[in-house]
């Protein structure tokens, strides 16, 4: 199992805007040690990839380079209940999570 650098961006941000700092720093802690979990590296070449695929699909930009990142690190699914990850090609949208 692999995700970007920016889940840990998106989970922080958001359990502190709902739960408050502490809450923010802790889950963010747990985060970095989640089992078997592989961080992708945001390089030159995920953005990129990023950001033709923001070019030629109407979606947002980190979901661009959440694409990038799985696409760049060969994989073929993505788990997401986000629908615009319907339209990226090469890449299956998984929701529910198995």
């Not at 720093?25 to 590296?41: C, H, I, S, Y």
């Not at 760049?72 to 090469?90: M, W």
């Amino acid at each position: 199992m692999s995700t970007s650098t920016l889940t840990w961006d998106e989970v922080v941000y958001v359990v502190r805007r709902f739960l408050g700092p502490e809450d923010s720093v802790a889950k963010g802690d747990e985060l970095l040690v989640f089992p078997n979990l592989q961080w992708l590296r945001v390089d030159r070449a995920v953005l990129r990839r990023g950001a033709d695929l923001y070019r030629t699909l109407p979606m947002r930009p980190r979901d661009a380079i959440h694409a990038g990142a799985a696409l760049e690190a060969g994989e073929s699914e993505i788990l997401s209940e986000d629908r615009v990850f319907d339209r990226v090609p090469g890449l299956e949208r998984v929701w529910p999570p198995p």
